[in-house]
């Protein structure tokens, strides 16, 4: 399941808009994109996997105008600090074996045969990400919080689909860290929304203190106090018409985002053995509540 959404919105030309309607040209572009096993000189490799894991064939899956994608890092482990002592080392070793100070270009030239060596041997840690597009609507979400790791995706997809993709930040029309205070201070949430139980506050000045707040009545007095005393939301745990909770954060990006259990058993299928079958069957009723919910908050951020 999507747990985190770093949001964006984007045009799509008439061109695009035919790629995204014809499954198979644009299972094409994205698979032929795919992921290449790490050379024994790389540190890192990116690119497109099958979506439903190993052993499955689909890079794509398309439905209502919602289209999913799984991209993959893979990096060898090789912290700076290691490296620099290992080279170190070996530079001391080397000077005393010569009994004289190694040139520069010795110095280069062992430091590259360390490292070629270390990465030999170094471990590989992968990580995947989930690309949502709402190629109706114009939504694009990205499953990390980190807005580098996501924009390293969405410049992948916008290579895939032949260097036209402009994505950009979701950009709301207000303050959005003065909106969410006002959701607690003066109740006006939008009715599809419903205060949860977590929040972050901050003071506004140099200081940059900070309050967490957990499984909290959000409106009782001592948050009311902080509030009055000059801090501000910027992180909030939100109810989606009974649907879905979530943390939203200043930058409008979703966090912890989890379907509720009533909701699930009411639109979620029985699991029919069939293991892929049941992922797209869960990606649905993701594609459908990330499109109501990116809806909503345009809405409630809009501020006119």
Same mark, same amino acid.
Not at 95 to 102: D, Q, S, V
């Given at each position: ?21 014809? +499954?198979?040209?644009? $299972? ?66 080397? +000077? ?145 018409? +009974? ?21 699930? +058993? ?19 009723? $993701? ?16 501020? $006119?």
């Amino acid at each position: 399941m999507i747990k985190n959404v770093r949001l964006y919105s984007v045009a799509l030309d008439d061109q695009l808009k035919q790629l995204f309607a014809q +499954e198979t040209e644009l $299972e094409a572009a994205i698979s032929a994109l795919r992921l290449k096993p790490l050379a024994t000189g790389d540190v890192s490799s990116y690119g497109f996997t099958p979506l439903f894991g190993r052993g499955t064939q689909a890079y794509t899956f398309s439905h209502d105008g919602n289209h999913f994608f799984r991209f993959a890092e893979e990096n060898k482990l090789m912290p700076t600090s290691v490296v620099n002592q290992v080279v170190a080392d070996e530079i001391e070793n080397r +000077e005393e074996e010569l009994g004289r100070p190694l040139k520069k270009d010795e110095k280069k030239a062992l430091k590259q045969g360390i490292v070629t060596k270390m990465l030999e041997q170094a471990f590989v840690t992968r990580r995947d990400l989930l690309i949502w597009v709402n190629s109706k609507q114009g939504y694009v979400g990205v499953s990390v919080t980190a807005a580098k790791r996501a924009e390293n995706a969405i410049s992948f997809l916008r290579k895939a689909l032949g260097g036209s993709f402009p994505a950009k930040p979701f950009q709301p029309r207000c303050v959005v860290e003065d909106r969410m205070t006002g959701f607690i201070t003066k109740g006006d949430l939008p009715e599809t929304f419903t205060l949860g139980y977590d929040t972050v506050l901050k003071s506004n000045d140099d200081t940059g203190a900070t309050v967490r707040v957990s499984k909290e009545n959000l409106t009782a007095a001592e948050i009311i106090s902080h509030i009055t005393a000059g801090k501000i939301v910027t992180e909030l745990q939100l109810s989606f018409n +009974e649907i879905a909770t979530f943390v939203l954060a200043q930058d409008l990006t979703i966090k912890r985002l989890a379907l509720e259990d009533q909701y699930l +058993e009411q639109n979620l299928p029985k699991s029919s053995g069939d293991k892929v079958a049941d992922q797209q069957s869960m990606i649905l009723i $993701e594609g459908e509540t990330l499109t109501e919910l990116v809806r909503a908050l345009t809405r409630a951020f809009q501020c $006119e």
